[in-house]
Nanobody
Framework: QVQLVESGGGLVQAGGSLRLSCAAS????????MGWHRQAPGKQRELVAR???????NYDDSVKGRFTISIDVAKNTVYLQMSSLKPEDTAVYYC???????????????WGQGTQVTVSS
């Protein structure tokens, strides 16, 4: 079983910065990628950024140039540095990880419980 524990959310003024962290723990064979999604009230969950363990990244267009995703493979931890935050970035941010549980199993997605990010205008 894999556990993802997020930290770093909170309340910030528009234009400010926050850094989210998410650490994966438990028994597993390999992590292929980790990422961040977000869900605002009344909206669907959307991908914010994703990074593979080879540091290949992709971002949603709305955060390009403002958010930076990084990964510490040795610590099984992914970070999301968020700068120039806007009120529309307000959402619950969820960490995800694509994990292979054993050498003979397929990879599957795991999710954290989410951390609230609120950007005030």
């Amino acid at each position: 079983q894999v556990q993802l524990v997020e930290s770093g959310g909170g309340l910030v003024q528009a234009g400010g910065s926050l850094r989210l962290s998410c650490a994966a723990s438990g028994r597993f064979f390999s992590i292929y990628a980790m990422g961040w999604h977000r869900q605002a009230p009344g909206k669907q969950r959307e991908l914010v950024a994703r990074i593979t363990t080879r540091s290949i990244t992709n971002y949603d267009d709305s955060v390009k140039g403002r958010f930076t995703i990084s990964i510490d493979v040795a610590k099984n931890t992914v970070y999301l540095q968020m700068s120039s935050l806007k009120p529309e970035d307000t959402a619950v941010y969820y960490c995800s990880a694509q994990v292979q549980g054993s050498a003979w199993s397929s990879a599957r997605d795991y999710w954290g419980q989410g951390t609230q990010v609120t950007v005030s205008s």
